[in-house]
Nanobody, 121 residues
Framework: QVQLVESGGGLVQAGGSLRLSCATS????????MGWFRQAPGKQREIVAV???????NAADSVKGRFTISRDTAKNTVSLQMNNLRPEDTAVYYC???????????????WGQGTQVTVSP
């Protein structure tokens, strides 16, 4: 069974930086996207940035120019460098991957446990 294991996160002052990392454990057939979502208290989970096969990146407008996503397709890892953090970036950040577990089933969304990012004013 595939698991996504996150690291990073924590507490930082506004204007500061944090780096999130995510690695996969377990075997699978194929992966076509990997990235990050977040969920703030009382709000729905939203996309932060996702790196798709072919290099296309989907990112929220609110993080463009501040956050950078990097994906290593050989190692099946993804990281998120977050600069110039704002209090409104406070949320639980979830690693995401779209994975095909074997050759006879389709792709399925997989999620990490989540890591807290808190930005103080």
């Amino acid at each position: 069974q595939v698991q996504l294991v996150e690291s990073g996160g924590g507490l930082v002052q506004a204007g500061g930086s944090l780096r999130l990392s995510c690695a996969t454990s377990g075997s699978f057939f194929s992966m076509n996207a990997m990235g990050w979502f977040r969920q703030a208290p009382g709000k729905q989970r939203e996309i932060v940035a996702v790196h798709n096969d072919g290099g296309h990146i989907n990112a929220a407008d609110s993080v463009k120019g501040r956050f950078t996503i990097s994906r290593d397709t050989a190692k099946n890892t993804v990281s998120l460098q977050m600069n110039n953090l704002r209090p409104e970036d406070t949320a639980v950040y979830y690693c995401y991957a779209n994975i095909c577990p074997n050759s006879w089933v389709g792709y399925k969304d997989h999620w990490g446990q989540g890591t807290q990012v808190t930005v103080s004013p």
